[in-house]
């Protein structure tokens, strides 16, 4: 129903900047929230930032005031600019789709954090 693809993962060092995009296309509702969710080694998957098209956008405290979520409707794309990034901010990232129907998720890009 939803297809999420995302790109722009890589290896970064610490202190350094990444942004990830993930490009939506499918049956997309009107009312919806598209976020970002990330998985580390040996962690379960936790959401670090989402936007909901009637809320606000909303933050992980592990990641507010360095990560960025946005949007461009026109594009349905989903943008996380990731900036300040430190070691544990490895993980692999997922696109995030929810709506009446359910949740969606992307296959993942992962980012690397290491000197």
């Known amino acids: 129903q939803v297809q999420l693809v995302e790109s722009g993962g890589g290896l970064v060092q610490p202190g350094g900047s990444l942004r990830l995009s993930c490009a939506c296309s499918g049956s997309i509702f009107g009312i919806n929230t598209l976020g970002w969710g990330r998985q580390a080694p040996g962690k379960e998957r936790e959401l670090g930032a989402a936007h909901s098209t009637i809320g606000s956008t909303n933050y992980a405290d592990s990641v507010q005031g360095r990560f960025t979520i946005s949007r461009d409707n026109t594009k349905n794309t989903v943008y996380l600019q990731m900036n300040s990034l430190k070691p544990e901010d490895t993980a692999v990232y997922y696109c995030?789709?929810?709506?009446?129907?359910?949740?969606?998720w992307g296959k993942g890009t992962l980012v690397t954090v290491s000197s």
């Open positions: 995030n789709y929810r709506d009446r129907r359910g949740e969606f």
